[in-house]
């Protein structure tokens, strides 16, 4: 396998860079939850305290939906606020998700990512330096370019998480 963080052909250099590493980060947690039955996407770790894959894949789709809107410097709709959401339960936790299939949880998280290539592609590299507004309550500031960033992070950050609850999970069975 050859690797590249080369953009679209009808991206903007630069944002077609960071959206690659968005989109090999995507395809990373596909190869990663490949497999995976309900059960495991369900397991919560050994003392059933952790986040599932499910939620964990719910909140990373929710928080790259998030800054999509935010790159489009629109409001997210109330449609997508419920279909979507929240990003926190009522005891500031992930709001529990079971019995949601992972083929169910990955072609709503394609369909996300489907929204962010198009909003890209949108995009110019100037538009990179526009500050945009995030966090639970809009108290932080940030670039596009670095929110572009933070969603290939952020995902990558929660796969080892799903790595480890599937570690835990093969040696609970």
Known sequence: MFYDLQGEDNMSPIVGMLFSAVKENSQRLRFITEGMSQEEVDYKGPDISFNSTAQLIKH???VDLNWVYRMKGQPLPESLKE???PMIDANNRLPMVEGMS???LMSHYEGVLKMLKDTCIQLTDADLGKVVTFGHENEKQATIRWGLWHIADHSRYHQAHINLLRKWYT???
């Open 60 to 62: 990373i789709m929710y």
């Open 102 to 104: 992972l083929n169910t």
């Open 83 to 85: 279909q979507y959401g």
């Open 171 to 173: 040696f609970s069975k």
